[in-house]
């Protein structure tokens, strides 16, 4: 608060605010980054909490000002980060898209064009006249986000809101986005890395404020997912089976935790069982470094039945194609009784999977197909 | 559909450190179409507030009635029974305390909604960019509908009190325009105060509690020195009150230095205060 007070006199007296050194308990939230655009363009802003995207994003739009370096952007900023704003819960849907439009900056005459499209768009023409405190918290950023998504800026902004009611209405949004990146610049900031594969020509990693790289979006979320540490090994179940000697072998028997796309894994381990179980059940899932599930092996789904004598015996999984996209998986390891029912052992997170290769697809998983292409 | 890139679309915007770096006309002139730009903006947020206040109470707009009545009941009272002594009014005293309490309540509602107008809407600020004396002056467009509403009253309270005031009535809206940039030039200021020390808000409540007794609105301006010279001339907004008395009850205004000095006042504390507002504009959003 003193600060502010500080820095309101420095400006009215005009001294210079050029900050260049940091006052005790002060930081540079965002430092050191620089990177330019092109219409068409979209960049995607990437970083763990507090890492400084916002502050970024608050600074492309103008709101902060920078202590030192500059920004330029030219033609009409719009930005997708508050849905909503300056809705009054006691007046109508009608009332508020004109109040949220001119905020966004809309004059009246664009409004009235885009009334109907917006109201169209978000699906709520029966509660159009009804105050939106009514609103469920689903419809109430359904209509933000339809109002927001007709504006039609050079420059877009888009924080974090997309994720916004059913999902129905997600996928709709995501088109209506796609759509207006044809026209414009776009800045995109998500924790959602599938989002920023599809979306992002390029990608900004920030970390405490600086940039650690500007790059294609595969290495820009290589590098993000980097900055977490690794997955933590969690056992739960009844503690009737042990597993042993987890390890995975590449197609020359080598073990190791990085495969290559496609190459073949064999995944061993030597399992003790309690005696009172005649049979068990073993699932091996796959998931990315968000906890995502996307793959799955199955002894059932197998048919094969695995039994138990109440000695150590020895499993091994092979998997002929492995074709999760290159990234970082976790492997998790689950021992079932034969019902299905019970959890013996819960390995979650038992192994890190490094997969490499040169394609880049925006699924976790590519199916080995079969093409073939038909000259007429 | 693209919206034709016209001169205005393409402007390129650059934010570096102290980039206000215009002085003199051109930095004016960049606040008056920044606001001019923003009028749209204005009068939503002065439509969405008023029809908000009003969409769920009984009373209605009969609530701007209560305060001014409510003061006028006490102090006729007071007066009849000449608990504190109050001298003879131009006016008939009822329609005196009313017309004074529509000025005053106009400074004192317009000042507190102004402080009140960047904290309230801290969400706003800190996601969306634009011109920020929006707020303050779709505040004070609030005060200014419970000002024309309140005329009607007026009118209601002459006939009862049996006074027939002078036609150049008429003119007390236009006196008063000099005080609505009084209020903005203050209220910028305090807003932007309150925005970033919340205390200024709750010592402006109690000044502006005691202001209204050092004023004259219940009584008439006091003629013996030194008195008169800190009630009529001191405080700025007793120009305006007494000017307005004056057009209601002679016709003309009595004591044309008075409110000249009010109106210049009022005129440099606006480019002061906007002035001060707008260097400080971009720190505002960050430390509210």
Redesign the interface.
């Known amino acids: 608060?003193l600060?502010?007070?500080e820095?309101?006199i420095k400006?009215?007296l005009?001294l210079?605010?050029?900050e260049t050194n940091l006052r005790p308990g002060e930081f540079w939230a965002v430092d050191g980054v620089s990177f330019e655009l092109r219409r068409g363009e979209c960049i995607g802003l990437i970083g763990p909490n507090g890492s400084g995207k916002s502050t970024l994003l608050?600074?492309l739009?103008?709101?902060?000002?920078?202590?030192?370096?500059?920004?330029?952007?030219?033609?009409?900023?719009g930005?997708l980060?508050?849905l909503g704003?300056?809705f009054?819960p006691?007046?109508t849907g009608r009332?508020n898209i004109?109040?949220n439009g001119?905020?966004?900056?809309f004059?009246?005459k664009e409004i009235e064009q885009k009334f109907d499209a917006i109201v169209a768009f978000s699906e709520l023409a029966d509660f159009i006249d009804t105050?939106v405190k009514h609103y469920s918290s689903g419809m109430y950023v359904r209509l933000g986000f339809a109002v927001a998504a007709h504006m039609?800026p050079?420059v877009l902004l888009i924080d974090e809101v997309l994720a916004v009611g059913d999902v129905g209405f997600r996928a709709k949004c995501y088109v209506k986005i796609a759509e207006k990146m044809k026209?414009c610049t776009v800045v995109f900031v998500s924790h959602h890395m599938p989002q920023i594969a599809k979306l992002c020509t390029k990608v900004l990693v920030l970390d405490h404020g600086n940039a650690l790289s500007i790059s294609d979006p595969s290495h820009g979320i290589e590098q993000y997912n980097s900055l977490f540490p690794d997955t933590q090994l969690t056992i739960a179940g009844t503690g009737d089976a042990h597993i042993e000697n987890l390890r995975l072998l590449n197609a020359h028997n080598m073990a190791t935790d990085t495969f290559m796309y496609t190459e073949g894994m064999c995944i061993m381990f030597d399992v003790q069982v309690a005696g009172n179980y005649e049979e068990f059940l073993v699932s091996i899932t796959f998931m990315t470094a968000d906890t995502n599930l996307i793959a799955q092996c199955h002894s059932k789904y197998n048919n094969t039945i695995l039994t138990n004598s109440g000695k150590r015996s020895t499993v091994s999984v092979t998997i002929q194609n492995l074709t999760l996209n290159p990234g970082t998986y976790y492997m998790n390891v689950i021992i079932f009784d034969k019902s299905n029912m019970k959890h013996l052992l819960w390995m979650f997170g038992a192994r890190k999977v490094i997969i490499k290769g040169d394609f880049q697809g925006g699924a976790p998983i590519q199916f080995n197909a079969v093409w073939k292409q038909i000259q007429q | 559909?693209?919206?034709p890139?016209t001169e205005q679309?393409?402007?390129?915007?650059?934010?570096?450190?102290?980039?206000i770096k215009k002085t003199g006309i051109r930095a004016w002139s960049d606040m008056v179409n920044e606001l001019i730009e923003y009028r749209?903006?204005i009068w939503?947020?002065i439509v969405?507030?008023i029809?908000?206040r009003y969409?769920?109470s009984v009373l209605g707009v009969l609530w701007s009635f209560l305060t001014p009545l409510f003061i006028m009941g006490i102090f006729v009272v007071v007066k009849n029974n000449k608990i504190i002594p109050i001298g003879d009014t131009t006016l008939p005293y009822p329609a005196y305390v009313f017309i004074g309490q529509m000025v005053w309540l106009l400074f004192s509602q317009g000042l507190t909604s102004a402080a009140n107008s960047l904290i309230s809407?801290e969400?706003?600020?800190?996601?969306?960019?634009?011109p920020k004396e929006v707020l303050i002056l779709s505040a004070l467009g609030q005060t200014i509908f419970d000002f024309i509403i309140r005329i009607p009253l007026l009118i209601i309270i002459f006939f009862w009190v049996g006074f027939v005031p002078k036609p150049a009535i008429i003119f007390v809206p236009v006196i008063i325009i000099p005080l609505l940039f009084l209020i903005f030039g203050l209220g910028l200021l305090v807003a932007?105060f309150n925005a970033?020390?919340r205390d200024i808000g709750s010592v402006l409540l109690i000044v502006l509690s005691v202001a209204m007794f050092a004023s004259p609105v219940i009584y008439p301006p006091p003629t013996a020195w030194p008195l008169n010279f800190w009630i009529n001339y001191v405080n700025p907004v007793s120009g305006f009150l007494i000017a307005a008395q004056d057009l209601s009850a002679k016709g003309y205004i009595s004591d044309p230095a008075g409110y000249f000095y009010a109106v210049i006042f009022s005129l440099v504390t606006v480019l002061v205060g906007w002035r001060?507002f707008h260097?400080?504009e971009?720190?505002i959003?960050?430390?509210i």
């Open positions: 608060m600060y502010g007070v820095d309101i400006n009215v005009s210079d605010a050029k608050k600074m739009n103008g709101i902060l000002m920078p202590d030192r370096g500059s920004i330029e952007i030219k033609g009409r900023v930005a980060i508050e704003a300056g009054h006691m007046l009332e004109y109040i001119s905020i966004l900056g004059s009246k105050p039609e050079d026209n | 559909m693209q919206t890139v679309n393409s402007r390129i915007r650059i934010y570096e450190p102290n980039y749209e903006l939503r947020l969405r507030d029809s908000a969409r769920q809407s969400s706003l600020l800190a996601k969306i960019n634009f932007m970033i020390i001060i260097l400080v971009p720190k959003a960050e430390r």
